[in-house]
């Protein structure tokens, strides 16, 4: 039986359960290389909008990333006492009006269950997608919202 040697051009393809973060950042830094040269820069930027009681505790908040002038909101997430009191609304101002500040053109995200996608229907986004049954029986939903560019003082 003859023996195959690997030479040079050789890629050997495997999977790695819980591979190292660095070598993930290998991927995600090829990736986002790629897409400057061809896109232009991307200018990455991260922020979060907290709510927190008197003693420092946080209540709720949003964090969200910042590429190509669009916003997408990672998490938005409310402890549980303080849910239809206006706070989530309350969140999405600021989230709006710091994205809007920054420069940016649009907010997208995901919701996952009709629930969570009408709150922010309320909040005039739309909806540009929907994997139904994505999870105990729930749906996922992207939605997106154009922004209005900040208003000068």
């Not at 003859?2 to 591979?19: C, F, K, S």
């Not at 070598?23 to 930027?45: I, K």
Request: glycine share 10%; with cysteine.
């Amino acid at each position: 039986m003859a023996m195959i040697r690997p030479d040079q051009n050789t890629v050997l393809i495997g999977v790695e359960p819980n591979p190292n973060p660095a070598d993930v950042a290998v991927l995600e830094r090829g990736l986002f290389a790629f897409e400057e040269a061809r896109l232009g820069a991307p200018e990455h930027a991260h922020f979060a909008v907290f709510a927190r009681d008197v003693a420092g505790h946080i209540e709720g908040g949003a964090d969200g990333h910042i590429m190509w002038r669009r916003l997408f909101i990672k998490t938005l997430w409310i402890v549980e006492a303080r849910r239809g009191a206006g706070l989530g609304r309350e969140l999405m101002r600021m989230v709006e009006e710091e994205a809007r500040h920054r420069g940016c053109r649009s907010i997208w995200l995901t919701a996952l269950g009709e629930p969570a996608a009408g709150f922010y229907r309320k909040l005039d986004y739309v909806e540009i997608g929907v994997l139904d049954d994505y999870v105990g029986g729930q749906s996922l939903f992207t939605l997106h919202k154009i922004l209005e560019p900040a208003k000068e003082p």
